[in-house]
């Protein structure tokens, strides 16, 4: 039975994927000294980096000893939903308008991007990706949304809702500036996210920056997702 040290809850995930790895015959211990490795949230404080027996973060440096449980593909593909789902309830929050028939733009078409149409067809099926990968476009079109190019972004268009996922600058001054002026534009991508936030403010634009949803809004359901991560990579690595 292997045992593990929790130092820091403040990530809400960290507590139920404690949980679930208990139930799984994992022991949780009160101190580093009696344990086989260490559990941390995702983008932990560097002073919790530091300890001798193996640790399990997210969105951390992998080194000798150090296993990043983000990086894991499954890992990955199961949260891609659980942001998707949490985009949707910021939207339906956020606007007066409702998503029903609403013109949807989503900016990249990846795990999170792929999961977001899938969450937003029973709302509207006026939906638009904006992508660049040639293969990436035909897969979307023949799930059946419209497809435009990143440089098409500049052309004024009746999107009431526009999700990024791109995590590098998409929404500049030309593009903002197309966006109708009720629209709601949420970026989902990792630092440093896909929007001038000098020009947003400026121009008045509703915008949300929206990072780490899972932890916030379904954080059981993630601790879970990061559990059973970590229970693979210690199968795996033979730990």
Do not use: W
């Not at 000098?198 to 780490?212: C, F, P």
Request: hydrophobic fraction near 40%; glycine fraction near 6%; include cysteine.
């Amino acid at each position: 039975m292997l045992r593990f040290y929790s130092p820091d809850m403040s990530d809400k995930r960290v507590f139920f994927a404690r949980k679930t790895l208990e139930k799984s015959g994992f022991s949780s211990v009160k101190n580093e000294r009696n344990a086989d490795f260490i559990l941390l949230g995702v983008n932990p404080k560097e002073e919790f980096l530091h300890f001798e027996k193996p640790v399990f973060a997210g969105n951390v440096e992998e080194k000798q000893g150090i296993f990043d449980y983000t990086k894991s593909e499954v890992f990955a593909l199961k949260n891609a939903y659980l942001t998707a789902e949490a985009a949707l309830a910021l939207a339906i929050e956020n606007s007066p308008v409702s998503l029903v028939n609403s013109g949807i733009l989503i900016c990249g078409y990846g795990r999170i991007g792929r999961a977001l149409k899938r969450y937003i067809e029973p709302f509207s099926r006026d939906i638009t990706v904006c992508l660049r990968n040639e293969n990436f476009a035909c897969v979307a079109e023949y799930e059946g949304a419209k497809t435009i190019s990143f440089e098409e972004l500049k052309n004024s268009a009746d999107y009431q809702f526009i999700f990024n996922t791109v995590p590098h600058p998409v929404f500049n001054e030309a593009e903002l500036r197309a966006l109708k002026k009720d629209a709601l534009l949420i970026d989902l991508a990792s630092f440093p996210g896909g929007i001038d936030e000098h020009y947003a403010k400026a121009l008045n634009i509703n915008y949300i920056t929206a990072r780490g949803l899972p932890g916030k809004y379904s954080p059981e359901s993630a601790g879970i997702i990061v559990a059973n991560t970590i229970k693979n990579i210690i199968d795996k690595e033979g730990l």
